[in-house]
């Protein structure tokens, strides 16, 4: 499916698996390994695809998980800006390498990982749940973070407990 980012993206259903797919290519596929990072050339996806022609899907922006409330945009900049749409509220932000407003992006069906395809060739898998970013937060900081950088780096999430 020709994307502005002249990339197609599918996650397989069980989000262990990303299908890419050049808008400069007639026919096939590249399956992504999540896990291992292997890369398999396929004539057709092994998984009923969301398009009706059997091409690797990507959406317009801004980007939701219908269950999740969880949307997506990429700035000029490459900063990569996760949302609550049922909200209109920005939740985050993220610096990714290689990417511009022209990038495809696409949630795994669960909507914990979303794929970046810039048209340069550079793919970035982003962790898009928020208890992941605290976890990681915590880790890098190597203690409980204090008020201000809880609020800075998580911002007010209800039921997270605050030490790490």
Known sequence: VP???G???EFSP???TLAVRA??????FTLVNLASGDLNEVATLPWK???PRGEAAARTTPWTVEAGGLGASIGFDGTLTLWDTERGQPLGTVDVPGAFDFSALVFAPQGRQLAVASPGGALSIIDTEIRSWHRKACELAGRSLTDEEWNRH???VGDLQRSC
């Open 3 to 5: 994307t502005a980012g």
């Open 14 to 16: 069980d989000g262990s």
């Open 154 to 156: 998580i911002g007010r």
């Open 23 to 28: 808008f400069s290519e007639e026919e096939g």
């Open 7 to 9: 990339v197609g993206l």
């Open 49 to 51: 695809a969301a398009s």
